[in-house]
């Protein structure tokens, strides 16, 4: 059957991250630039299954390019992991008269992306919207740069009590099962070192630590740590360092959610606004089930089973370089 692209419908599924906002602006526009009409879906997959669907015009999407968040709202998904709730969403885009789908999201609405896309033969691409920046095939993904940019003025705002009081904080920030948030912003905010889940095992970086003459010409020191059950995460490795360590003054700070909010920075606004353009444009070139990203500044397509399967590797060269830094 003859593909026809006249109309797409448009997600953000998973955590939300800065700049999906200018993504969803970016599809929207350049969509009906190029004569498609667009679906809004909201709350993601859930809002698929439920109905929740309604026409997007130019006007819905003005004055919100600086606004963090989304505002198609976004929900986690129990039942479009079974096949019945995944039948009723497909109900739902045959009769909105859906042709394809933009999601944009991380790897878990990328591995519900690519099940639904094989069932359905439904053409799907992927706009990586995630904090932590470990998606394969992309040097950044969008929210990484904004999440990043919070964490160092967190950061340095701690340093000055850190100084103060002549203490040594572990300051917790997200990346489940990726250092990269944790290793930049450690590199740029002058942290002293960086605990990370690519390395095998929580006692041998906070031992390595202390035994590389930690804090010997410091009156205050910062680690950040990568929240994970592979590192211990900051309250963990704080317990232990009080118990081994008892001369150090030791404070944990967890950044959490104020992560992921804010306005997003104008690398992510660019960011997002080109890869929503290139969505349009993979869909009009008959692309499908790929992601796209940006490497060397150039976007790329990216099949979901890599962007997916495979782990983008970390940079361990950037822990020494923090470690050269520190003394």
Same mark, same amino acid.
């Given at each position: 059957m003859e593909y026809k692209l006249?109309?797409? *419908? @448009?997600?953000?599924?998973?955590?939300?991250?800065?700049?999906?906002n200018a993504a969803i602006r970016a599809v929207?526009?350049?969509?009906?630039?190029?004569? $498609?009409?667009?679906?809004?879906?909201?709350?993601?997959? !859930?809002?698929?299954?439920?109905? =929740? $669907?309604?026409?997007?015009?130019?006007?819905?999407?003005?004055?919100?390019?600086q606004q963090g968040g989304t505002i198609l709202k976004t929900a986690r998904s129990q039942e479009f992991r079974s096949a019945e709730g995944r039948q009723t969403a497909y109900n739902?885009?045959?009769?909105?008269?859906?042709?394809?789908?933009?999601?944009?999201?991380g790897d878990g609405t990328f591995s519900g992306a690519r099940v639904f896309a094989q069932e359905y033969n439904v053409p799907i691409i992927g706009l990586p919207g995630t904090i932590d920046n470990d998606l394969w095939g992309t040097d950044s993904t969008i929210g990484?740069?904004?999440? @990043?940019?919070?964490?160092? =003025?967190?950061?340095? !705002? $701690?340093?000055?009590?850190?100084s103060s009081h002549e203490r040594l904080f572990f300051i917790e920030v997200m990346g489940r099962d990726a250092g990269f948030l944790a290793v930049n912003s450690a590199l740029a905010s002058g942290a002293e070192a960086a605990i990370v889940p690519e390395r095998q095992t929580d006692e041998d970086q906070l031992d390595q630590l202390i035994r590389n003459g930690f804090r010997k010409s410091k009156n205050s020191s910062i680690v950040i740590v990568a929240e994970s059950e592979i590192t211990g995460g900051a309250n963990g490795l704080a317990e232990r360092m009080r118990k =081994?360590?008892? =001369?150090?003054?030791?404070?944990?700070?967890?950044? *959490?959610?104020?992560?992921? *909010?804010?306005r997003p920075t104008a690398y992510d606004r660019i960011l997002a606004s080109r890869m929503g353009v290139a969505a349009i444009d993979a869909l009009i070139d008959e692309q499908r089930n790929i992601m796209i990203?940006?490497?060397?500044?150039?976007?790329v397509h990216v099949?979901?089973? !890599?962007?997916?399967?495979?782990?983008?590797? @970390?940079?361990?060269?950037l822990l020494g370089v923090i470690q050269i830094l520190s003394i």
């Open positions: 006249q109309t797409i *419908g @448009l997600l953000t599924s998973g955590g939300d991250s800065p700049g999906m929207t526009r350049a969509a009906i630039f190029n004569g $498609i009409k667009v679906k809004a879906i909201y709350r993601g997959y !859930k809002g698929l299954i439920s109905g =929740e $669907i309604h026409d997007f015009y130019t006007q819905d999407v003005s004055n919100i390019i739902n885009i045959k009769s909105h008269g859906i042709d394809a789908l933009i999601v944009i999201g990484y740069d904004t999440a @990043l940019n919070t964490i160092i =003025e967190a950061v340095d !705002k $701690i340093r000055d009590t850190a =081994e360590h008892p =001369e150090y003054d030791v404070r944990v700070t967890i950044l *959490g959610h104020i992560q992921r *909010g804010g990203g940006i490497v060397n500044d150039q976007i099949p979901f089973t !890599k962007a997916i399967k495979d782990d983008k590797p @970390l940079n361990d060269s």
